[in-house]
């Protein structure tokens, strides 16, 4: 749910656009079954729509790594102050108007009890999170902001505490770390994916709202900008197979949509046992190719510019904060009037769209601009020697 980089000296990538447009898409898909329809309105789209949020997670990853990589590189001094003051400028003004309204107007955003204030405002509503409270999708923004918060202070512990980084070491972490989070659901699924004696009670908030066994899905993204950033050479020879990249990740993403479309839960026995222990790192892997992809100047993903994909993918924060209270309230209007199920999604998924450019126009936008203007970069101004020495690279790297 991040938008695009901002700063003039990041390229802007069609590829990434139509990614995060198909990711909102996806979203919107699966909770219009779930809250509108109660049927899968959008085929098998519906079905496996929740991953759209898995696709945000790796987006993410990929950009908030790719511009403090991209800093630490070149030798420059990662301000955690700026990194932060950004990041509240970027994600905060949203999220408290949608905030303020579902408690200000709980009746009209659904009706439905939500956790406590102070949970929302420390991004923690999501920690045993039980479904069907009012705001649940905040759920994914929660696990975001503490990603947000942990990966900076990581990146300047280890330049700070081990002068300099082990490429080597950062690669152990992040492998250690997909593999910790797949370990940790594998046994929780023993505790909570099967349906004797009513454990899958327990499996939203102990497994898929955690974010301990979410964290990892932004992992790919974090390692496709290591790659970026400190093995340039690797990088030129992986972004010249874009168009096997592209094969690969659309083939991949297939079979595990098929696979989450059949086997993620089995009516009788509950979740699957490899789905729940595999299926989110897996999907996560696939969905970082197809960023691969669209960062590869030889595939079609880079090449092609969908029409209107790089205004949904700018909207696309605000939609997601928006367009489940709103799908509620259009529902709620349109039944007395017994319209066709091919009108009713036309009218919700444009009340949708014009709510979440509005959010967009009127509140993300000037707080975008402000950021901006006052805090352009997330690193040090100061000369360049201190900038070197307070910044670091990753051994074995030169600054660049």
Not at 168 to 187: E, N, P, S, Y
């Amino acid at each position: 749910m991040i938008s695009q980089e901002a700063s003039s000296t990041f390229k802007r990538f069609d590829g990434l656009d139509t990614l995060r447009a198909v990711a909102i898409l996806l979203v919107f898909a699966y909770h219009y079954m779930v809250f509108v329809s109660g049927t899968p309105t959008f085929g098998w789209v519906s079905t496996v729509g929740w991953t759209g949020v898995d696709l945000f997670f790796v987006l993410s990853g990929y950009l908030i790594g790719n511009q403090l990589f991209a800093g630490i590189a070149k030798g420059k001094a990662l301000s955690l102050r700026a990194f932060y003051i950004r990041r509240i400028l970027r994600t905060l003004p949203n999220y408290y108007v949608v905030l303020a309204l579902y408690f200000m107007l709980p009746t009209v955003m659904g009706g439905k009890q939500p956790p406590p204030l102070w949970r929302f405002l420390t991004f923690t509503q999501n920690l045993w999170l039980k479904p069907g409270t009012a705001f649940s999708h905040a759920w994914s923004l929660c696990i975001e902001e503490q990603f947000y918060l942990l990966l900076p202070l990581v990146i300047v512990g280890a330049l700070h505490f081990g002068r300099s980084m082990s490429k080597r070491a950062a690669w152990f972490a992040l492998t250690g770390l997909i593999l910790a989070g797949v370990a940790l659901r594998c046994v929780l699924w023993f505790q909570y994916g099967q349906e004797a004696g009513g454990a899958v009670e327990g499996y939203y908030p102990n497994i898929y709202y955690s974010s301990f066994c979410r964290f990892d899905e932004f992992l790919p993204g974090v390692a496709i900008a290591l790659l970026k950033n400190f093995h340039p050479r690797l990088w030129e020879r992986v972004v010249g197979w874009g168009r096997t990249t592209l094969a690969a990740g659309v083939l991949a993403t297939a079979v595990l949509f098929y696979l989450l479309a059949n086997y993620y839960y089995i009516d009788g026995y509950g979740y699957g046992f490899a789905m729940t222990g595999f299926g989110y790192s897996l999907m996560a892997c696939a969905f970082a190719l197809l960023v691969v992809a669209a960062l590869s100047p030889g595939s079609l993903l880079y090449r092609v510019r969908v029409p209107g994909a790089a205004s949904l993918a700018a909207w696309s924060y605000a939609i997601y904060l928006s367009h489940k209270p709103l799908a509620h309230i259009m529902r709620t209007q349109l039944e007395p009037w017994g319209l066709g199920e091919g009108t009713r999604v036309a009218i919700i998924s444009a009340v949708c769209l014009l709510g979440g450019w509005l959010l967009y126009r009127f509140v993300e936008t000037p707080f975008m601009r402000l950021r901006d203007r006052h805090h352009p970069t997330n690193f040090h101004t100061a000369d360049g020697a201190r900038t070197r020495q307070a910044g670091g690279s990753l051994a074995g790297e030169p600054s660049r």
